[in-house]
């Protein structure tokens, strides 16, 4: 889960499932694929995983498959 040094200042997008689309107070965590905010509660967060993958980014990532001609390049996580 994100930090609030993570949050910061700046612009964030949140977009759960259950139709939430601003900071509402509740737990939350950024999709490490498409770096949106969903709650902790709706999606399949497990604490401690090294990264996390929202609904929405793996309806999106999946996209390829329809689309034969179309290649998706996915950066690796850079280890500290």
């Given at each position: 889960m994100a930090s609030l040094e993570e949050w910061g200042y700046g612009s964030?997008?949140?977009d759960c499932i259950c139709g939430v689309t601003f900071d509402d107070g509740k737990e939350?965590?950024?999709c490490d694929y498409c770096?949106?905010?969903v709650h902790t509660r709706c999606s399949h967060y497990v604490k401690g995983d090294d990264t996390?993958?929202?609904d929405?980014?793996?309806e999106t990532l999946s996209l390829p498959s329809l689309l034969p001609s179309f290649q998706l390049i996915i950066p690796q996580k850079q280890s500290p």
């Open positions: 964030w997008t949140v939350m965590v950024k770096n949106v905010w996390f993958k929202c929405n980014a793996s």
